[in-house]
């Protein structure tokens, strides 16, 4: 939803990824507070800080070589492949 606002709204990637991230830090804070800490083992907790910090890094590697463009393109694409998934799963759930 942010990220269809903020390509609406011609964001450019300077205000869209901070925005975005306390956006989503707020969603998942509400999560755990509603639904509890996930029971995940300690390995999962391990890869998921691993992938965090890839991610970080990899992100900051990009964004110094792609287009304002590319990017605002690439933000949709992983926008749409996000909600065509959670349509999918909500699909499924239902079958």
């Known amino acids: 939803m ?12 300077r205000v ?11 969603v998942n ?3 755990l507070f509603s639904r509890g800490i996930p029971p995940v083992p300690w390995l999962g907790w391990v890869y998921s ?3 965090l910090v ?3 890094i990899a992100g900051e590697w990009l964004d110094e ?9 690439l933000i949709a694409v992983v ?10 799963r909500g699909v ?3 079958a």
């Open 79 to 88: 926008a749409l492949i996000g909600g065509a998934a959670a349509v999918v």
């Open 29 to 31: 804070v509400v999560s």
């Open 49 to 51: 800080g691993v992938a």
């Open 54 to 56: 890839a991610g970080a």
């Open 16 to 26: 869209l990824i901070p925005t975005a991230q306390a956006y989503l830090r707020m």
């Open 65 to 73: 070589r792609i287009a304002a463009e590319t990017g605002r393109r």
């Open 2 to 13: 942010a990220s269809v606002y903020a390509l609406s709204e011609r964001w450019t990637r």
């Open 92 to 94: 499924l759930a239902l």
